[in-house]
């Protein structure tokens, strides 16, 4: 019931977002290189609103507005817009995420691009996750040479020299590399088998929690920056089909 509730609200929220993605965009910088768009602000209450009205005790952890509690051990976690440079740059690859976490587990996950009227999700009592009603799993690809890898930088020279000095075997030997700032996209493609990795040292916690829960769903395996085991809470990671060695 409070899947088909959560998918309504975040459609309704995707047409919004649809209607700014087309119109001139107003933005200020957050901080050095983190674009704040105005519809950030209008997708984050916007969600918070609706969720609140139809569960009024839950918790939220957002982008914009960080930690509300309430008295109960739900909480949902959402990213408004991830992916808030490609909206206003008017690249057509960001999405509404939001997950609900339950005792420190995530339990339920949805992402969705409006533009593309792609919608991902998953829950633990499944196991399974989709794309538009589809089940998705990873791809079968498992050795470098035919990776298509994507990495979460943008024109940025020390991100870009940071990727390159850690990961420079794999920049060398996959297929094909690409720079995607967008993680929640970025992870369920992963999951739907369009790409085999996706590594960002800078993937937070409401951008990473939900995709995290679909690609683990879809056969999938997640390390923290560093390698050691996955946690959403931890920024940054590695987000890979579990096949190719890392």
């Known amino acids: 019931?409070?899947?088909?509730?959560?998918?309504?609200?975040?459609k309704n929220a995707g047409s919004i977002l649809r209607y700014g993605y087309y119109e001139s965009q107003r933005f200020k910088e957050k901080e050095k290189g983190h674009l704040l768009s105005e519809y950030d602000e209008i997708i984050d209450n916007y969600l918070i609103k609706e969720i609140k009205n139809k569960f009024p005790l839950c918790s939220f952890y957002t982008e914009e507005k960080k930690e509300m509690i309430n008295k109960s051990d739900t909480k949902w976690i959402i990213d408004p817009i991830d992916g808030s440079a490609y909206f206003i740059f008017g690249e057509p690859y960001f999405s509404i995420s939001a997950a609900k976490e339950e005792n420190g587990v995530i339990t339920e996950a949805h992402v969705y691009n409006p533009i593309s009227d792609e919608y991902f999700y998953s829950d633990n009592e499944i196991n399974i996750s989709f794309l538009n009603e589809n089940e998705i799993t990873v791809s079968d690809v498992n050795n470098l040479e035919e990776t298509l890898a994507a990495f979460g930088f943008s024109a940025n020279i020390n991100a870009i020299n940071k990727y390159y000095n850690e990961w420079k075997n794999i920049i060398d030997r996959c297929k094909k590399g690409i720079a995607w700032i967008c993680p929640a996209l970025s992870i369920c493609n992963v999951a739907r088998g369009r790409l085999e990795l996706f590594i960002d040292f800078g993937a937070s916690y409401?951008?990473?929690?939900?995709?995290?829960?679909?690609?683990?769903?879809?056969?999938?395996?997640?390390?923290?920056?560093?390698?050691?085991?996955?946690?959403?809470?931890?920024?940054?990671?590695?987000?890979?089909?579990?096949?190719i060695e890392i």
């Open 1 to 10: 019931m409070s899947e088909s509730i959560i998918k309504s609200i975040i």
């Open 206 to 243: 409401e951008g990473q929690s939900a995709a995290s829960l679909i690609l683990k769903n879809a056969g999938g395996k997640m390390l923290n920056y560093d390698r050691s085991d996955y946690s959403h809470k931890i920024k940054g990671g590695i987000f890979y089909n579990g096949k």
